[in-house]
């Protein structure tokens, strides 16, 4: 009985060495994506050049332009719009949860607002559609499929990343703290403004880095409402177009060099995407 | 003048208050807006019947079958893969540079927006695999899309089995794999049904991804190399080429309805493990 059976070792080796096949597969899924997205996308860096395709003005695929240098400013004004309409949102609704609200309360609006995430895109697309690109045309003029309205919609869209993110680090805040600033005689909002807040800084800035990451590659609802004009906005009423609109609208049927062009975006959005979320982990790791 | 300290808190209070139902009343809303336009449009024969002209009328019966199927068999292909990611990564080793780098590949895959899934889906599974605008092209993309959900829930998952029940398990002669299997799993399975049910939701919710590797053709499927529509995608397709906004509304209906009970049975089963071990 002492030692294994024969078969028993065997067996534990086949095990082990499959899981560690199962855990490889994540990488080769990644790199998979990475190579496959390269390989398509690089070779019409290489033939238009670096420098029109990221800062050129024009994108006529058919005709030999591929600039995407609108849709990359469009990408990240509709981010900053977002960020402007959910990050003090998000946060206020996170410091309400942990802070303000009883434990019964807090069981029912945290999953409340965890099912918001739930709602697929193309819901949130469609209600834009219907309610928010109308207001916008009535009081702000212009066609309603704008600037405005898609910052609205995504603002909404990115509400649950940054409370749940945010709500995690202000509770992770040691509770002597607060009891160190009540004893000096502060108010409630004293303590979480000059106390909390500066001490959870860097998992709530995680949540605004994670929320415009979602923001940026948030694509259906996005072309259902910015309108995907080929120019640079001027005014938050003019519509615009993303890099993930500029590939969800033209994949299906785009061929040769315009196919490529897609791709060559999608390097860039992999980019961009990759920047922000190494940066929120960064935010994370260093979360007391 | 010196404002007062206890005024500004009462007054911050309110606020915060007033936002955080606010954000609420968005959810309702939402809710609210798609139960009231679409409640009206669903019957049994909307469920199960065909869409005639382009879903003009009739129902959704070959979106829901090709919902079901791409759901069913991405979490087929992702599930052993996920928890066995997570229990390699939990059992079978210590914090290593290779663990290292296997977290860093599940976040980054966490990551990426589903229009770049698509993207790839599109060119690796459809075209360069051959496997054309097929429910297996979507299946294999979805799968790898909702990975790190199931790796991530099930690591929170098995790390929760207290300690006891392994080193009980070895003692009684047990080897790594039996402990595995009959102890360790059994223990975390709620929390791993979570990560599934929440992929679950993920996959049902899903265009972008699967609107360009799984398709849109309306038939019924009737094998996986088959293209196929979502409800996901026949909403999308309903609502921006304006096909039927009574249709569109009771796709909608259908589809969050069906995501919000998945959510609310993936977060009790969560609340059941979080009760269990604290």
């Known amino acids: 009985m002492v030692h294994m059976n024969r078969w028993v070792s065997i067996r534990e080796k086949i095990v082990k060495n499959t899981l560690t096949v199962f855990a490889l597969s994540s990488l080769l899924f990644l790199f998979l994506i990475f190579i496959f997205i390269l390989i398509e996308g690089l070779p019409l860096f290489l033939k238009v050049g670096l420098k029109n395709i990221i800062f050129g003005f024009k994108w006529a695929p058919t005709k030999g332009y591929f600039g995407i240098f609108p849709m990359i400013i469009s990408s990240f004004l509709v981010t900053f719009g977002a960020l402007i309409i959910g990050a003090p949102l998000g946060l206020s609704c996170a410091i309400y949860l942990a802070e303000y609200s009883g434990k019964r309360l807090k069981m029912i609006l945290k999953p409340a607002l965890e099912l918001l995430a739930g709602i697929p895109s193309v819901v949130y697309g469609f209600l834009g559609v219907i309610y928010i690109v109308p207001i916008v045309r009535e009081y702000l003029g212009g066609s309603g499929f704008s600037l405005i309205s898609t910052s609205i919609v995504l603002g909404i869209m990115i509400l649950p990343t940054i409370i749940s993110i945010s709500f995690d680090s202000i509770m992770s805040v040691p509770r002597s703290y607060r009891e160190g600033s009540y004893a000096m005689g502060a108010t409630k909002w004293q303590t979480i403004f000059k106390v909390v807040l500066p001490a959870a800084r860097s998992g709530i800035l995680a949540s605004f880095i994670l929320g415009m990451g979602r923001a940026i590659g948030e694509t259906m609802a996005v072309i259902m409402i910015a309108g995907n004009a080929l120019k640079i906005p001027t005014n938050i009423t003019d519509p615009l177009r993303t890099l993930t609109g500029n590939i969800a609208l033209e994949l299906a049927y785009a061929t040769g060099d315009h196919r490529l062009g897609l791709f060559s975006t999608g390097i860039v959005l992999l980019i961009i995407i990759m920047a922000l979320n190494y940066l929120a982990n960064f935010g994370i790791k260093r979360r007391i | ?278």
């Open chain 2, 1 to 278: 003048m010196r404002i007062n300290p206890k005024k500004v808190n009462k007054f911050i209070q309110i606020m915060l208050n007033v936002q955080a139902f606010f954000t609420v009343g968005i959810l309702i809303v939402i809710v609210a807006l798609i139960l009231v336009k679409g409640i009206g449009n669903i019957n049994l024969e909307f469920l199960f019947s065909f869409p005639e002209d382009m879903g003009r009328h009739g129902g959704i019966y070959p979106t829901i079958i090709g919902t079901i199927m791409l759901v069913i068999l991405s979490i087929l292909f992702a599930t052993p893969l996920g928890v066995g990611t997570a229990i390699f990564l939990t059992e079978y080793t210590k914090e290593t540079i290779l663990t290292k780098i296997i977290r860093f590949g599940v976040e980054s895959l966490a990551g990426i927006p589903s229009i770049l899934y698509g993207l790839f889906g599109f060119i690796f599974f459809v075209i360069k695999l051959k496997m054309g605008w097929s429910i297996l092209s979507g299946v294999l993309t979805i799968a790898i899309m909702i990975l790190p959900t199931i790796i991530r829930t099930s690591e929170e998952a098995i790390k929760a089995v207290p300690k006891n029940f392994r080193i009980v398990s070895y003692s009684l002669g047990a080897t790594k794999w039996e402990t595995v299997i009959k102890v360790v799993l059994p223990s975390a399975t709620p929390g791993i049904l979570t990560g599934i049910m929440l992929s679950v939701g993920r996959a049902v919710g899903e265009t972008a991804a699967v609107i360009f590797t799984m398709g849109s053709s309306l038939r019924l499927p009737t094998s996986i190399m088959d293209s196929g529509r979502t409800m996901a995608v026949h909403f999308y397709i309903l609502a921006r080429e304006g096909i039927s906004m009574e249709k569109a509304y009771a796709t909608a209906l259908v589809l969050v309805l069906s995501i919000l009970l998945i959510n609310i049975v993936a977060y009790y089963t969560m609340n059941k493990v979080v009760s269990r071990f604290s």
